[in-house]
């Protein structure tokens, strides 16, 4: 197997290295660009010949992987909440949070199911975006460390945080991508004990959970960062042990995570669009809260290669959000992650407020 390279991360950015990524990132915008057409374009829905055909408007979204905590992204479209809303969405699902927000400002997609620090980074650098729905207000990701390399550290899932997080020193970590959620939330863990990116570990960028899964099992790497069901998976398989959870971090647990983006300025344009994407979004997740065994009925059939016994134990987990609405103590600790990364500057995270809002939300 051909071995990956390590990214290169620095305290004040990412900078991006894999070259798989970036040719990945163009072909998908290139895609990205045919599939859509024209953004006002908009198809008829079935009705009865005797009525008048309702139009219903036609828009691209770009989710950042194609995982069981963006369940609400395939519900809305399989489930007719887009539909409902007057929405024809084309779905394109990618490799990573930080590729997602790429394909939204490069004018591959008008709306983004993406992640809140992509937002955040976006401002610092002069992209307007905002959130207008929430999908999850938790970042609920676990640090799943390779069998063998787990016992050969002797380490296991019931030890304390910093020894799990020591034994990881010298390891291969495999991430989505640079800038991504998942790199965030591994530099941060790994610093709380001292450790830093590039020097007493390596990430390593793969692209998405399959991916890390498979690498994972091969021990191209020692380590990598799941969502639940994922982490479930390769615990089932015997591949690895559950290493760390995100949530045992008090920023982490109450983060703003999964959210809807779009361009401030396309928001401004198109009030009544983003009303209905984001009306889209808080009826799926209501749907999930209210009927939780026929929505997990839904997202079994959204996921056949992950078992509906996993799939019962990590949905209930994501904490989709009601209504699809966010508060602000989310966002600042989602800030507060940034500022700790190197990501963002203090003063930049104060203007948090202005990268979200609930206004697009049923009341």
């Avoid at 969405?89 to 004018?107: H, K, Y």
Wanted: charged share 10%; with cysteine.
């Amino acid at each position: 197997m051909k071995m990956l390279e390590p990214i290169t991360v620095s305290t004040g950015g990412t900078q991006l290295s894999n070259s798989r990524l970036i040719l990945g990132m163009s072909l998908t915008l290139s895609i990205l660009a045919a599939a859509c057409g024209s953004s006002n374009a908009s198809k008829p829905a079935t009705t009865s010949s005797t009525t008048t055909p309702a139009k219903l408007t036609h828009i691209t979204m770009v989710e950042a992987v194609s995982a069981p905590a963006y369940a609400p992204v395939t519900l809305a479209k399989s489930a007719g909440f887009f539909k409902k809303n007057g929405l024809d969405v084309t779905v394109a699902p990618l490799q990573a949070g930080s590729t997602a927000v790429q394909a939204l400002v490069g004018g591959g997609a008008q709306f983004d199911a993406g992640v809140a620090s992509d937002v955040l980074i976006a401002d610092s650098k002069g992209v307007g975006l905002i959130s207008i729905a929430a999908l999850t207000n938790s970042i609920n990701l676990y640090i799943e460390i390779n069998k063998q390399y787990a016992a050969s550290k002797g380490i296991t899932s019931s030890d304390p945080l910093n020894q799990r997080l020591l034994a990881l020193k010298g390891a291969n970590i495999g991430i989505t991508a640079p800038g991504s959620i998942t790199d965030l939330a591994v530099r941060m863990m790994m610093s709380s004990v001292g450790l830093k990116s590039g020097v007493d570990y390596h990430e390593i960028s793969i692209g998405s959970p399959a991916a890390n899964l498979s690498e994972l099992t091969t021990g191209t790497i020692q380590a990598t960062i799941f969502d639940p069901s994922y982490s479930r998976l390769a615990t089932n398989k015997g591949v690895g042990i559950l290493g760390v959870k995100a949530t045992e971090f008090p920023a982490l647990k109450d983060a703003a995570f999964g959210a809807v983006i779009v361009s401030k300025k396309y928001a401004s344009a198109n009030p009544t669009i983003v009303k209905e994407v984001a009306t889209a979004f808080a009826e799926t997740n209501n749907f999930i809260h209210d009927h939780p065994n026929q929505a997990l009925a839904d997202i079994d059939k959204l996921y056949p290669t992950i078992s509906p016994a996993i799939l019962a134990y990590s949905v209930p987990l994501y904490g989709f959000a009601v209504n699809a609405a966010t508060n602000a103590t989310a966002w600042k600790n989602m800030a507060q992650v940034l500022v700790q990364n190197g990501e963002l500057t203090a003063s930049q995270a104060a203007t948090v407020e202005t990268q979200y809002t609930n206004q697009y939300v049923p009341s």
